[in-house]
């Protein structure tokens, strides 16, 4: 599903991104410009890290 439409920017890129280190908006920000058009997705998007973040915890465990 599309999490930013300004950018084009799908939950599978942010699981990816956050796969791949980042672990904040900022980060998205920079790579692929999540947040950058009219910002009304940058909330969603930093649940989405937060939620990945989560989940590769618990597999770490």
Known sequence: MF???CRAVT?????E???EGADHITQ???SCGVGTGCGG????AQQLIDERLAE???YAV
Do not use: M, P, T
């Open 56 to 58: 590769s915890r618990s």
């Open 3 to 5: 999490v930013c439409i």
């Open 28 to 30: 998205l920000e920079e």
């Open 17 to 19: 991104a956050v796969d």
């Open 41 to 44: 997705c940058r909330e969603v």
């Open 11 to 15: 939950d599978k890129q942010i699981a």
